[in-house]
């Protein structure tokens, strides 16, 4: 059984009140709360352990053991092969800006580099201007409006042996569809091209095997999966090795180092570490003696099961609302290939509407294009204001789902 109740007891945030009702987070795919072991480790390494890296003295050593401890979770984590292949950063968009202009290198005039129409636009526009910058061609996968899923045809046809990079997301952040990722690769690397992955959607829902997927790189957001605000980097070893990195010249020309440019965020990654060891802790203390990948795993299983449930509640009710309609797969025998973000609009009423009203309930969503603008593009949204994003995660319950429905039927009556 998950128990959703003393999950919550972890999250400080989950207890605050809007007009004397319970604040309602559904604003998760935009940055989810965080448990407080993630916030004493950030005020732990601020009050006792801040310094820069590589110093003679002991405050700098425990950074350095807790930065180490990190690229080991992370690499735990994303199921990779060794922290080496691990970088920290800014963010996930940061962090493929990086990448793309070291990749820059490696690409020439009348190259293909392919993007799709599901991703958000960070992992759009650092292709688009490499594109640009290079004299590649930008290559675009097109989804099936009617359940906004990866048109897998029209992705085998824009690969070519001019194919250097195929750049997808793991799950939509707009639609909640779930690519096939491994496929994806396969097709790629038989073209003789590369593999990127935006997985910050997906990484709060399930586990990520690198080494299964085959992927090239993967980018994701520790604060979408509970972390404060950082982002991590994975990348084979020997492609990061052999890339070049644009850095200061006394820094370490070896991975993950050469990428980790300047004075990092050291209490972000503190976090960071805090938040995996967080999602560890839900396997349960039965487990203790499991290695952290295997705990790992259980947890995300566990939040899977939990989370399908969640989000099967939270269609079936949506669909029973008139004139309301829902983007993205609604039949739950396809729910493994969605995670629970749902996106929806109103009949005559403006998703800004929808969101206002639902903010004065106490029940936060967003609207709008979420940054996936070639989603409501190719949906004919994006001049309609976009639609409106529900986004569950695994401390949310099945009474919120219920207030939201009803705030819902309220508004539409």
Same mark, same amino acid.
């Given at each position: 059984m998950f128990d959703v109740q003393s999950v919550r007891s972890h999250f400080p945030s989950l207890q605050q009140t809007h007009d004397d009702r319970q604040v309602i987070f559904f604003d998760n795919p935009g940055g989810t709360q965080v448990p407080r072991n993630v916030v004493e480790a950030m005020t732990h390494y601020l009050l006792h352990d801040n310094a820069n890296h590589g110093g003679a003295y002991a405050t700098s050593r425990r950074s350095d053991t807790m930065i180490d401890d990190a690229h080991r979770a992370m690499t735990d984590m994303l199921g990779a092969s060794s922290p080496d292949e691990i970088v920290f950063g800014a963010n996930m968009?940061?962090?493929?800006?990086?990448?793309?202009?070291?990749?820059?290198?490696?690409?020439?005039?009348?190259?293909?580099?392919?993007?799709?129409?599901?991703?958000?636009?960070a992992d759009v526009s650092p292709w688009m201007l490499l594109a640009r910058d290079t004299g590649a061609n930008l290559r675009w996968v097109d989804f099936r409006p009617e359940d906004c899923t990866l048109d897998m045809d029209d992705?085998?046809?824009?690969?070519?042996?001019?194919?250097?990079?195929?750049?997808?997301?793991?799950?939509?952040?707009?639609?909640?569809?779930?690519?096939?990722v491994k496929t994806i690769t396969e097709m790629a690397h038989h073209a003789g091209a590369m593999v990127f992955v935006d997985a910050v959607q997906y990484a709060p829902h399930g586990l990520i095997d690198v080494k299964a997927l085959d992927c090239d790189f993967l980018a994701c957001s520790a604060y979408k999966f509970f972390g404060p605000h950082e982002g991590i980097l994975y990348g084979k070893y020997d492609l990061l090795d052999r890339l070049p990195a644009y850095k200061v010249r006394p820094a370490k020309d070896r991975p993950p180092y050469k990428f980790?440019?300047?004075?990092?965020?050291?209490?972000?990654?503190?976090?960071?570490?805090?938040?995996?060891?967080?999602?560890?802790s839900l396997s349960g203390k039965s487990h203790e003696n499991a290695s952290r990948r295997d705990r790992l795993s259980l947890a995300m299983k566990a939040i899977e099961?939990?989370?399908?449930?969640?989000?099967?509640?939270?269609?079936? +009710?949506?669909?029973?609302?008139? #004139? @309301?309609?829902? /983007?993205?797969?609604?039949?739950?025998? =396809?729910?493994?290939?969605?995670?629970?973000?749902?996106?929806?609009?109103?009949?005559?009423?403006?998703?800004?509407?929808?969101?206002?009203?639902?903010?004065?309930?106490?029940?936060?969503?967003?609207?709008?294009?979420?940054?996936?603008l070639a989603v409501t593009e190719r949906l004919?949204?994006?001049?309609? +204001?976009?639609?409106?994003?529900? #986004? @569950?995660?695994? /401390?949310?319950?099945?009474?919120?789902? =219920?207030?939201?429905?009803?705030s819902l039927e309220r508004l539409r009556a």
């Amino acid at each position: 059984m998950f128990d959703v109740q003393s999950v919550r007891s972890h999250f400080p945030s989950l207890q605050q009140t809007h007009d004397d009702r319970q604040v309602i987070f559904f604003d998760n795919p935009g940055g989810t709360q965080v448990p407080r072991n993630v916030v004493e480790a950030m005020t732990h390494y601020l009050l006792h352990d801040n310094a820069n890296h590589g110093g003679a003295y002991a405050t700098s050593r425990r950074s350095d053991t807790m930065i180490d401890d990190a690229h080991r979770a992370m690499t735990d984590m994303l199921g990779a092969s060794s922290p080496d292949e691990i970088v920290f950063g800014a963010n996930m968009t940061s962090l493929t800006f990086t990448l793309s202009r070291a990749l820059g290198h490696w690409l020439k005039p009348g190259d293909d580099i392919v993007v799709t129409r599901l991703d958000h636009d960070a992992d759009v526009s650092p292709w688009m201007l490499l594109a640009r910058d290079t004299g590649a061609n930008l290559r675009w996968v097109d989804f099936r409006p009617e359940d906004c899923t990866l048109d897998m045809d029209d992705l085998e046809r824009r690969l070519s042996r001019k194919t250097k990079l195929v750049a997808c997301v793991y799950a939509s952040n707009a639609v909640g569809t779930i690519n096939d990722v491994k496929t994806i690769t396969e097709m790629a690397h038989h073209a003789g091209a590369m593999v990127f992955v935006d997985a910050v959607q997906y990484a709060p829902h399930g586990l990520i095997d690198v080494k299964a997927l085959d992927c090239d790189f993967l980018a994701c957001s520790a604060y979408k999966f509970f972390g404060p605000h950082e982002g991590i980097l994975y990348g084979k070893y020997d492609l990061l090795d052999r890339l070049p990195a644009y850095k200061v010249r006394p820094a370490k020309d070896r991975p993950p180092y050469k990428f980790e440019t300047g004075t990092q965020n050291h209490e972000g990654i503190a976090g960071t570490l805090a938040a995996v060891e967080y999602l560890t802790s839900l396997s349960g203390k039965s487990h203790e003696n499991a290695s952290r990948r295997d705990r790992l795993s259980l947890a995300m299983k566990a939040i899977e099961d939990y989370e399908r449930d969640l989000v099967s509640r939270l269609i079936a +009710g949506l669909k029973q609302i008139r #004139g @309301l309609r829902i /983007y993205g797969i609604t039949e739950r025998s =396809d729910f493994d290939r969605r995670v629970p973000t749902v996106a929806f609009r109103m009949e005559g009423i403006s998703p800004r509407r929808v969101a206002e009203y639902l903010g004065e309930k106490g029940i936060f969503v967003w609207d709008g294009n979420y940054y996936a603008l070639a989603v409501t593009e190719r949906l004919g949204l994006e001049d309609k +204001g976009g639609m409106v994003r529900v #986004g @569950l995660v695994h /401390y949310n319950t099945a009474d919120e789902v =219920d207030r939201l429905l009803d705030s819902l039927e309220r508004l539409r009556a």
